[in-house]
């Protein structure tokens, strides 16, 4: 077996036991749920239901691999006036008012050999949910199967994007 094959399949193990890291809500391929505790507790259901789209909250900036979490003032500008009685938005705007940044826990980390880009997949017109699963009925974000490896290589295979290794292995800079 070549070098570059035992590469590409160590690689490929490494990433499928870090893509099961203990701080995911939850894990389809471990078969189990883990519930992360947040700082400020948030539903996306009930956001969504008020009609907010994705990108009213989160922005993709600069260089486009990223989107942002809203920092609390955006939250604010709605939380003024709703909910206000609530404990989670008193905390909200003790956040805001010091201008510290509320201490979300990452549902979704990738190694640091994975080059992905959300501006790349925005770009290619799919929907958040193809990757995140439907947020918009979820209480608290769970972690869909979807960004695992053989999530995003099935994907790629079914939309006919690139899934080959250099695809997401190899840095944008290279």
């Known amino acids: 077996m070549s070098f570059a094959i035992k590469y590409v399949l160590v690689l490929s193990l490494i990433f499928f036991l870090l893509g099961s890291s203990p701080q995911v809500a939850s894990s389809q391929a471990e078969g189990a749920k883990q519930t992360i505790v947040q700082p400020i507790e948030f539903s996306h259901k009930k956001h969504a239901a008020q009609?907010?789209?994705?990108?009213?909250?989160?922005?993709?900036?600069?260089?486009?691999?990223?989107?942002?979490?809203?920092?609390?003032?955006?939250?604010?500008?709605?939380?003024?006036?709703?909910?206000t009685d609530k404990s989670s938005i008193k905390k909200l705007s003790q956040y805001a008012t010091s201008k510290k940044t509320v201490p979300w826990i990452p549902v979704y980390s990738l190694p640091a050999f994975v080059f992905w880009s959300h501006r790349t997949h925005?770009?290619?017109?799919?929907?958040?949910?193809?990757?995140?699963?439907?947020?918009?009925d979820m209480e608290v974000v769970q972690k869909t199967n979807v960004t695992t490896m053989d999530g995003c290589v099935d994907c790629h295979d079914k939309k006919d994007a690139s899934a080959?290794?250099?695809?997401?292995?190899?840095?944008?800079?290279?």
């Open 51 to 83: 009609g907010l789209d994705c990108d009213f909250c989160h922005s993709n900036l600069e260089p486009g691999e990223k989107m942002s979490i809203p920092d609390a003032a955006l939250c604010m500008d709605c939380h003024q006036a709703v909910a």
């Open 122 to 136: 925005l770009s290619a017109k799919q929907p958040c949910e193809a990757c995140h699963g439907k947020v918009v």
């Open 164 to 174: 080959g290794c250099r695809t997401c292995h190899e840095s944008r800079t290279s």
